[in-house]
């Protein structure tokens, strides 16, 4: 970590001190009011203040002047001692990330507070931190181009995340994760900075990022560096939240029980940096333990959490639902937040959160090196991922090692078959265990080799000491265990793209070309399109023409875009190849593409053609000049929408999740950013990026006859299509207010998060915003897991409505509504009263406060100068 300057500092040195006067206390309060003093939890803290009072009430710190009998040596030096409310010592103390802040005011940024965990980290003394820039943690093998980013960033006011590698005072290295915040005055000028720090030497690949196949890709499976800058980022938020509102964050830990002592950790993997918690409580650990026991080993919940939810299962909803609820503050912050996109976020991958001993290795490369290897793995054999990657796995060898037993694993290995041993192994401790080893081929979809899945389970606790090895019941209960996860993980890693193929295969699925489905066939757009396929020609870039940028997210942009020569207008989505890459996103893309090209639906996009250039990967869909159902939100005077018009799109959005469904399509991002509008009103879900494809076995359900008395007539009713996927996923995908509490534990999840979402979705277009929202991300999945749901008396709804939405969001997938029978039961429920649903697309839609006002070309956008025309 440094902040900008042009000079180096090799270690720790004495700081000159001198007194401060009057006029010095003077001026520094009129700047900002920073003062160091020490805090009760290790650290030292400076009074972030501004020269109006509201500061000292808002942080509760009060300045004032020693005499020379109270003052300490120390005190005389500098003049003053703040005095430091318990109410920000408590809110500081509950914060665990490692951290500094820096005074952007002064020269070369000194850091004015750091953390107690900065401390215990680097090793150095609050007298050799505070006062002084942060590039003494620098060092000989310190990329020089990172720091120069970060110098950078300080210059400008910006932010940066990333990984470099630093030195603690006894000179031993670690790789430090450091996010740069920069904090503004209300002018726009960054008065002072706030830089985190995460270890992050044992989980991430290190300096094997820049290993490389023979293809030009990277050797890892996963690229660990951008999992980490995401979780971080969402950490650092609550750093920078708890020095602004440090009484909300005391109110908020002491609310509920089961919110404070929530833990993500028990859900996310081990290398995740937002994980802030080194220990498991004990209800924890053992309800980890059962969950390793089980197929998937995936983590599941504490019995306090069971009991929690069975006890939710037996309220009324009329009553949980009639509750005097008025607007709390954290309610009313709606108001004050900015409405920025919710990005989606993509936390892991199903791989990466089975928790097991496990690897997997290329046997194409040389020597048959290791591509991945779990978290779980790292625990076990005590290395870190940076010592792992890229070697074989004969370095847990040792003295008592049976060659013949690995002679087997050889053979194995050189026939391709399966084989279950039994085998001393070694930590990198010297510590022995008795290993059960699986290794299991996993082949291609034309039968060839592609990985070995070596799974390792250690029985040393159950090695028999006169014999030396397991017993036999032992071995035949653990072989189960460890055939089953082998096959969990060839599942997980076919949801990955094959490392070994070439670049040009990768994006091979966007230069196929794109033809016209039934329903769309005749259209404007279609025919424009196929003049020019007429004529032999491959749809490309340069058929078009750039007109404005209409949004952008972590891998791309979308443009409106012209057909030349037509007047068609497009809406061209363009991916960086390299972010892809980067980011792990190249599947994500091609599955996009995948499912795009099958929609041939009113309430979903049309893909006219997609293809590729040197740098991007584009995809050409419809232009919907309504834009962004968020926005139209937004745009309401209470940012909410009356129940009638709620009703209707919600009622379209669950006619388009189950033409997903009935293809076997899980959307797993459903919010109101990716709910574009038609100019007609009517909606169209995009944006499949995160979506997961399943078989899908449509049903027809048959019902009774039913035998009306009074009429005596006999009603049969007509027979009922389900088509719901049911095979299941456990990425840890989705927006954070969105996503279900299956997506969270790592119980699997299924079409069923999809209606979990609907739910939120209908309630924030109901109240204007969603019932779980937290402070950060950390609060927000609490919520999803243990808060009550509640609907404010200040805002009018329907019984029926909140009973939709009660029953929507059930935390057990199995009670929800949807979870049998999907869209139909939904379809059926009395808050869609009066939907005639075969012709809701022919409807007008209802009236809105602010109507809705279209995007047609030639209508301004702001940061048009932001579209990248360099690809064009």
Same mark, same amino acid.
């Given at each position: ?266 859900? !996310?993997? &081990?290398?995740?940096?937002?994980? =802030?918690? #080194?220990?498991? /409580?004990?209800? @924890?650990? %053992?309800?980890?333990?059962? $969950? ?96 792992? !990657?890229? &070697?074989?796995?004969?370095?847990? =060898?040792? #003295?008592?090692? /049976?060659?013949? @037993?690995? %002679?087997?694993?050889?053979? $194995? ?460």
């Amino acid at each position: 970590m440094a902040f900008a300057s042009t000079q180096t500092e090799p270690g720790p040195a004495t700081l000159p001190r001198r007194t401060l006067n009057e006029t010095v206390i003077a001026e520094k309060t009129a700047e900002w009011g920073l003062h160091v003093a020490e805090s009760g939890g290790g650290g030292f803290l400076a009074n972030l203040g501004e020269p109006s009072q509201r500061w000292s009430q808002r942080f509760g710190v009060e300045l004032t002047r020693l005499s020379e009998d109270d003052a300490t040596s120390d005190d005389r030096e500098s003049g003053m001692l703040p005095k430091l409310s318990p109410e920000l010592k408590d809110a500081l103390s509950t914060l665990q990330q490692t951290f500094v802040v820096s005074d952007a005011t002064k020269p070369d940024c000194p850091v004015v507070y750091a953390s107690s965990g900065f401390f215990s980290m680097t090793g150095y003394s609050s007298e050799e931190v505070i006062g002084r820039n942060c590039r003494f943690l620098q060092g000989p093998e310190t990329d020089r181009s990172e720091v120069a980013k970060i110098r950078n960033a300080v210059n400008i006011g910006k932010g940066y995340c990333g990984r470099l590698l630093n030195y603690k005072k006894d000179g031993t290295p670690f790789w430090n994760l450091f996010t740069l915040t920069p904090i503004k005055d209300d002018k726009g000028r960054t008065i002072k900075f706030i830089g985190m720090q995460v270890e992050v030497s044992k989980y991430t690949e290190g300096s094997t990022d820049q290993t490389l196949r023979p293809n030009g890709l990277p050797q890892s499976l996963i690229k660990y560096d951008v999992r980490q800058k995401d979780r971080a980022i969402g950490s650092v938020i609550e750093v920078v939240q708890t020095v602004k509102h440090p009484r909300s964050r005391i109110q908020e830990a002491g609310d509920n029980e089961d919110l404070e002592n929530f833990n993500l950790d028990a859900y !996310l993997p &081990r290398s995740t940096p937002g994980r =802030q918690t #080194p220990k498991v /409580d004990p209800i @924890t650990r %053992k309800a980890n333990e059962n $969950a390793r026991n089980s197929g998937i080993g995936l983590k599941g919940k504490s019995k306090k959490a069971e009991k929690k939810q069975k006890k939710e299962q037996v309220v009324e909803p009329e009553v949980l639902m009639t509750k005097d609820l008025g607007r709390s503050d954290s309610w009313d912050d709606r108001v004050e937040r900015e409405r920025d996109i919710r990005q989606g976020i993509d936390l892991a991958t199903t791989l990466e959160r089975i928790e097991k001993n496990f690897v997997v290795t290329d046997p194409r490369l040389p020597d048959n090196p290791i591509i991945f290897a779990s978290d779980s793995f790292l625990e076990l054999t005590e290395y870190s991922r940076e010592e792992i !990657l890229g &070697r074989n796995c004969r370095f847990l =060898q040792g #003295p008592e090692t /049976d060659m013949s @037993t690995v %002679k087997n694993i050889r053979d $194995a290995i050189r026939d391709q078959t399966d084989v279950t041993v039994q085998l001393i192994n070694y930590t990198k401790s010297g510590k022995k265990f008795w290993n059960l080893f699986h290794l299991q081929p996993m082949r291609d979809q034309k039968g060839e080799l592609q990985y070995f899945i070596g799974v390792q389970l250690d029985g040393s606790d159950h090695a028999k000491p006169l014999k030396n090895r397991l017993s036999e019941e032992a071995e035949r209960q653990r072989s189960k265990l460890v055939r089953a996860t082998a096959e969990n993980v060839d599942e997980a890693v076919r949801e990955l793209p094959d490392a070994n193929m070439k670049p040009e295969e990768l994006w091979e699925i966007h230069s196929k070309p794109v033809f016209p489905r039934p329903h769309k066939r005749d259209s404007p757009c279609w025919l424009a399109i196929q003049k020019i396929t007429a004529r032999g020609e491959k749809i490309g870039l340069h058929h078009f023409e750039p007109i404005k940028p209409l949004g952008s997210g972590d891998t791309g942009s979308v443009h409106l875009v012209e057909l030349k020569g037509t007047g068609e207008l497009f809406a061209m989505k363009a991916m960086e190849k390299s972010v892809m890459l980067y980011r792990n996103k190249v599947h994500r893309a091609c599955i996009e593409r995948k499912i795009i090209s099958q929609l041939d639906h009113p309430f979903l996009p049309t893909l006219y053609s997609s293809f590729q250039t040197s740098t991007h990967v584009c995809l050409i869909t419809d232009f919907y000049p309504g834009g962004e159902l968020f926005e139209l939100l937004d745009k309401q005077p209470l940012k909410f929408l009356k129940e009638e018009s709620a009703r209707f799109y919600t009622a379209e959005v669950v006619i388009s999740l189950e033409y997903l469904h009935c293809l076997g399509i899980i959307y797993r991002d459903l919010k109101p950013e990716n709910i574009l509008l038609q100019k007609d009103g009517h909606i169209v879900l995009t944006d499949f990026d995160l979506s997961f494809v399943t078989p899908c076995q449509p049903k027809i359900v048959h019902h009774p006859v039913q035998n009306r008395r009074r009429r005596r007539s006999i009603t049969q009713l007509p027979p009922t299509i389900i088509a719901e996927p049911a095979t299941q996923s456990n990425s840890f995908v989705g927006t954070e207010e969105y996503i279900a509490p299956e997506t969270i534990t790592g119980a699997g999840h299924s079409s069923g998060i999809d209606w979990w979402a609907l739910g939120i979705l209908l309630y924030e277009m109901l109240y204007g915003r969603t019932p779980f929202k937290g402070k950060n991300r950390q609060k927000t999945f609490a919520n999803i897991l243990y808060k009550d749901l509640m609907f404010p008396s200040s805002i009018p709804v329907s019984l029926e409505a909140r009973q939709l939405i009660n029953a929507l969001l059930q935390r057990d997938p199995e009670s929800r509504l949807g979870s049998k029978n999907g869209a139909h039961e939904i379809k059926q429920h009395p808050f869609f009263r009066g939907i005639n649903w075969p012709l809701i697309r022919c409807m007008n839609p209802p009236p809105l406060e602010v109507p809705l006002e279209l995007n047609n070309k030639d209508s301004k956008l702001k940061n048009v100068s932001s579209m990248d025309t360099d690809m064009f």
